[in-house]
């Protein structure tokens, strides 16, 4: 269960919105779903407690369904641009909520960063660039590229079969932090590793760092 719980709208119930939400509910958020599709509308309502048949492009609209009282709202409409951007103009009025946006493409996400959206993303681009960062580099679990390409990675420990933290000296010599070690037959991972710990031959490491930096780590 999160520590806090929140209240996030999800405006647009199509594939993306609605895996949205569903996500947002296993992980105990309280979740509004909207959109103007009868058909999304009930395919949602098996998932979503709250769900709304109704225009998000109507600013009266969505005051009255109490979205300026909620911690976020996601806008994931497909039906264009201009149909997006007037729904965050609307949601940006209410002054209320954090605003995620799904944008359908660069130009859009670009605007969007422009009204100064708390984030805009294209799901299809950073499906694409995570991809291709995990096929050249094996063990690859996730990238963040807002703050300059800072990769997680899972590493097999073989050739440091012996060494202790503080004597492979990481982070001068490839910028990168151990964040947690998982020793050979444990289940469980300890996270924040005393710099004096030995590595095994088998242990797993969760190090972060600049994607770049991790080409050259051969554990």
């Given at each position: 269960?999160?520590?806090?719980?929140?209240?996030?709208?999800?405006?647009?119930l199509g594939?993306?919105?609605?895996?949205?939400?569903?996500?947002?509910?296993?992980?105990?958020?309280?979740?509004?779903?909207?959109?103007?599709?009868?058909?999304?509308?009930?395919?949602?309502e098996e998932?979503?407690?709250?769900?709304?048949?109704?225009?998000?492009?109507?600013?009266?609209?969505?005051?009255?369904?109490?979205?300026?009282?909620?911690?976020?709202?996601?806008?994931?409409?497909?039906?264009?641009?201009?149909q997006s951007?007037?729904?965050?103009?609307?949601?940006?009025?209410?002054?209320?909520?954090?605003?995620?946006?799904?944008?359908?493409?660069?130009?859009?996400?670009?605007?969007?960063?422009?009204?100064?959206?708390?984030?805009?993303?294209?799901?299809?681009?950073?499906?694409?660039?995570?991809?291709?960062?995990?096929?050249?580099?094996?063990?690859?679990?996730?990238?963040?590229?807002?703050?300059?390409?800072?990769?997680?990675?899972?590493?097999?420990?073989?050739?440091?079969?012996?060494?202790?933290?503080?004597?492979?000296?990481?982070?001068?010599?490839?910028?990168?932090?151990?964040?947690?070690?998982?020793?050979?037959?444990?289940?469980?991972?300890?996270?924040?590793?005393?710099?004096?710990?030995?590595?095994?031959?088998?242990?797993?490491?969760?190090?972060?760092?600049?994607?770049?930096?991790?080409?050259?780590?051969?554990?």
């Amino acid at each position: 269960m999160p520590e806090k719980k929140l209240e996030i709208g999800v405006i647009g119930l199509g594939k993306f919105g609605l895996r949205m939400a569903t996500t947002l509910v296993s992980l105990g958020h309280t979740v509004v779903g909207i959109d103007m599709s009868e058909t999304r509308v009930q395919l949602a309502e098996e998932a979503l407690d709250t769900v709304y048949k109704a225009d998000a492009t109507n600013i009266s609209v969505l005051r009255s369904l109490h979205v300026q009282d909620l911690n976020w709202v996601v806008i994931s409409v497909g039906q264009g641009v201009e149909q997006s951007l007037s729904i965050t103009l609307n949601v940006q009025e209410l002054r209320g909520p954090k605003i995620l946006v799904k944008a359908s493409n660069e130009e859009h996400r670009k605007i969007l960063q422009r009204l100064r959206v708390d984030r805009a993303l294209v799901p299809e681009m950073e499906a694409a660039v995570m991809a291709a960062h995990q096929l050249t580099c094996p063990g690859m679990l996730d990238l963040i590229p807002k703050y300059g390409g800072i990769a997680i990675r899972e590493l097999r420990v073989n050739q440091w079969d012996g060494k202790t933290l503080v004597e492979l000296n990481l982070m001068q010599r490839f910028g990168v932090m151990v964040m947690g070690i998982r020793p050979v037959g444990e289940p469980s991972f300890v996270f924040v590793p005393p710099a004096r710990t030995v590595l095994h031959k088998g242990d797993t490491l969760v190090v972060a760092g600049r994607a770049d930096n991790m080409v050259d780590l051969d554990p």
